[in-house]
């Protein structure tokens, strides 16, 4: 066989591996084939889900476990050496890797990612680990200490999970900077990205490498500092403390602390109790809190651990005109987006359930002198959504929405953890009761079913833990004001209700977060939305995934930042107990009964591809992204008939958000082919069944070109089709099972044909027999 011959794997093991350890890159330490770097975007059409195309390089070589180097895309001899360049350069980018190779065997063709230029290499000519390292650091002229630090390695043991790409880039960044002498860093990860095992990661080669010994690492949550120290942080658990009343003991090296435990109340700092040069390292978490106001009690600190390296890690920045995280901290130096996280498939994708409530789209006014319940008159106005529940209460409204929250459930998952966001407590303690009443049988079973967990409730809290356990079935339906808005890790949760008004991008992005974990082993590939108050407009603000933007008002001298930006609404207090749902400052609310309320419209809109919400059926924009594939019938028939396997076209729609299983579901019969599924939809031709393809085939008498087995293999084949689809007759590993069983071995079998070549061509041709028009 010539090399123009040879497939790709033939070129990879003969001459691209071989160059490569040639090189001195070791086999086992340095070099991983076909890496996986992504999960594959899940695609959600209906309730039917399915995986995107993983993305993989064919090489990536390290300098050390934690350091890649190079990536290296391989072709088959028919194409040109660099062939497989621009795909490469796209990958390397998203990888932060620094040297990009591209070859077909031949030789190979280099990209320096920093420089820009390109040359090309014979396969001898293949660069060492130690050649590419110092390319690499070349003009960063570092020392031999800060050399060590930033090759010192992750913290690692047999069965630990490995960082992900994005996590190792914002680890490697860190480290690097601080090596370059940076003392504030800002990173940005969207929620459900693991923050804090990237900043355990952080805080350990920092420790590990003797760099920083005192380390404070600072949350707004009990919750979350004891997670921290029961998880990410267990293999620190002898040098680790929490601080807690006023026991300040030094003896320890890694303290976790509440940023309301150090700083006290207003006349108290109990910080102080430490040497001001005490800590070397500051990793504070959820920093867009109280930490990016300037004169916030807990950026004082900060100011005074001033000598410390800060590293600041948030999903949402905080950038208005009176609040920044960018003007402490600098510019990011590494942002992951929640738009990343879902098209990688590290994050779950949302489905949103808009639904417009009468009153809510028309307002509601009182009758002339009427007073509500309590006998208050109420005052003669237009109320609209923004009153409902804040100084106007319509009970039929809450009733309204606790039966379309639990019709939903009942529809799909009675025991989906559910999160239903109010106005206040006061709000949620009536939505608990409204829940209460629609699930009143599952109460009975066990009255932790439906739970209001405020910072007010000492019994809701205590169930938080139990909400937010996998193996914990109770509580299934829980209600909050602000408490659960941020640093709650449910990865179960699949319902969030949103019946409260959000004027802040920071407060939506951090509630839509509660959701984005996945967990596929519970059943969670993606988590619905249900929006009672137009919060899902949010989703087409540009800051809803963009970078964060300095706009602080300096007093109208920077003729950049327009000064009528709409005041954005901050977070609320939170205490130190984990708390977030301060009781609003008494005002009467007017209550009324006797108001009729009805749905007037529902819409269901996706999550695309482009990060988009789209609100097609899933009948139109299948139809619109089939025809974006194959815009004619003409041109999707040449492509059926000249594809071997019909699996990769299917595939190649799937990648286009097109799911034939949510199809064939909304077209109410799932016999029909997926060939005539795609003609159907896309083209409006007539569909057959499989049956009747079937059926047509044997009418025909093609089964009789063959006799005595060869007839029955060809025959059990096409009952196959009829019962399960093309895809199954495509693969030859079915002639291992029943009923293909009783001719003999695959081998066997092949043999009645004339041999495999033979087999595949009469499967071919029944194939084709099948979609005869």
């Not at 093991?13 to 001195?24: F, H, K, N």
């Not at 003797?210 to 949350?219: Q, T």
């Not at 309204?400 to 989906?416: N, P, Q």
């Not at 949620?428 to 109460?443: D, F, K, P, W």
Request: proline share 4%; hydrophobic share 35%; aromatic share 10%.
């Amino acid at each position: 066989m010539t090399k123009h011959e040879m497939t790709e794997e033939d070129i990879k093991l003969q001459y691209i591996t071989p160059a490569i350890e040639r090189a001195g890159w070791n086999k086992l330490k340095q070099i991983k084939m076909e890496y996986n770097f992504t999960d594959g975007r899940v695609i959600v059409r209906g309730n039917v889900t399915a995986r995107g195309k993983k993305k993989r390089t064919d090489y990536l070589l390290y300098y050390k476990p934690n350091i890649p180097l190079a990536i290296i895309e391989a072709k088959d001899n028919k194409h040109s050496v660099g062939a497989g360049m621009q795909q490469a350069i796209e990958y390397a980018e998203v990888l932060d890797i620094p040297f990009v190779y591209s070859s077909n065997g031949d030789g190979f063709l280099e990209h320096d990612m920093k420089s820009g230029k390109e040359r090309e290499l014979t396969l001898e000519q293949f660069p060492s680990p130690q050649d590419l390292w110092r390319r690499h650091i070349g003009d960063k002229h570092f020392t031999p200490e800060q050399e060590e630090l930033i090759t010192e390695p992750y913290y690692f043991q047999p069965g630990d999970k490995t960082p992900r790409y994005y996590q190792r880039i914002a680890i490697n960044r860190t480290i690097d900077a601080i090596a370059r002498g940076q003392n504030r860093i800002l990173l940005v990860m969207a929620t459900g990205t693991g923050k804090t095992y990237t900043a355990f990661q952080i805080i350990h080669r920092l420790w590990k490498s003797g760099r920083k010994k005192k380390i404070l690492f600072l949350a707004d949550r009990n919750i979350l500092v004891d997670q921290t120290m029961q998880q990410d942080f267990k293999p620190f658990s002898k040098v680790m403390t929490k601080i807690e009343g006023k026991k300040l003991d030094s003896s320890y090296e890694l303290y976790l602390s509440l940023y309301q435990q150090l700083a006290g109340d207003e006349n108290e700092e109990p910080f102080r109790a430490f040497k001001s040069d005490f800590f070397d390292l500051i990793v504070i978490d959820e920093c867009h809190r109280g930490s990016a106001k300037e004169d916030s009690r807990w950026r004082r600190i900060l100011e005074y651990f001033s000598s410390a390296t800060q590293i600041g890690m948030t999903a949402t920045p905080k950038e208005t005109k009176e609040v920044s995280n960018i003007s402490y901290f600098g510019e990011p130096i590494y942002t992951y987006s929640l738009k990343q996280g879902i098209d990688d498939g590290f994050l779950a994708p949302y489905k949103v359930l808009r639904v417009g409530l009468d009153r809510d789209l028309e307002g509601w006014r009182p009758t002339a002198g009427q007073h509500d319940i309590y006998g208050f008159e109420i005052d003669d106005r237009e109320y609209n959504i923004k009153d409902f529940d804040k100084n106007l209460i319509i009970d039929e409204r809450t009733i309204a929405v606790a039966k379309r929250i639990t019709k939903f459930l009942k529809d799909t998952d009675r025991f989906a953890k559910t999160i239903v966001f109010c106005v206040d407590i006061d709000h949620a303690e009536r939505m608990r009761q409204a829940l209460v009443n629609e699930n009143a049988n599952l109460v009975a079973e066990n009255s932790k079913y439906v739970m209001r967990i405020t910072g007010d409730n000492a019994e809701g809290k205590a169930q938080l833990d139990y909400f937010i356990a996998e193996d914990s079935p109770y509580p299934v339906i829980v209600t909050t004001s602000k408490l659960m808005t941020t640093g709650v890790d449910c990865k179960t949760c699949k319902l969030i209700v949103l019946d409260n008004n959000i004027n802040s991008m920071t407060e939506f992005k951090q509630i839509i977060g509660r959701g984005t974990r996945l967990k596929p082993d519970y059943g969670k590939e993606y988590f619905t939305i249900m929006d009672f108050r137009n919060a899902c407009r949010l989703f087409a603000d540009p800051e809803f995934d963009g970078d964060p933007i300095v706009v602080i008002d300096d007093g109208g001298n920077n003729p950049e930042v327009p000064n009528d930006n709409p005041p954005v609404t901050d977070d609320p207090p939170y205490n130190g107990n984990g708390g977030g749902d301060e009781p609003s400052e008494p005002h009467h609310k007017f209550r009324v009964r006797g108001v009729e309320v009805t749905i007037l419209n529902e819409r269901v809109q996706y999550y695309d591809k482009d990060g988009k919400l789209i609100t097609e059926s899933v009948t139109d924009y299948s139809k619109k992204n089939i025809l974006g594939e194959y815009a004619t019938l003409d041109s999707f028939l040449r492509a059926w008939n000249s594809e071997e396997k019909k699996q990769a076209i299917i595939d190649e729609l799937q990648e286009r958000g097109v799911l034939l299983e949510a199809l064939r579901e909304a077209s109410g019969n799932k016999d029909i082919d997926d060939f005539d599924l795609i003609c159907h939809i896309a083209y409006d031709k007539a569909p057959l069944t499989k049956a009747e393809r079937a059926n047509n085939v044997r009418k025909r008498g093609y089964l009789y070109k063959y006799s005595g087995l060869a007839q029955e293999v060809l025959s059990a084949l096409l009952d196959k089709y009829m019962n399960e689809g093309i895809q199954d007759i495509e693969n030859i590993e079915i002639l291992s099972n029943d009923p293909f069983r009783q001719f003999g071995t695959p081998m066997k079998i092949a043999k009645l044909f004339g041999g495999k070549a033979g087999y595949k061509k009469a499967v071919k041709e029944l194939q084709d027999e099948i979609y005869v028009a």
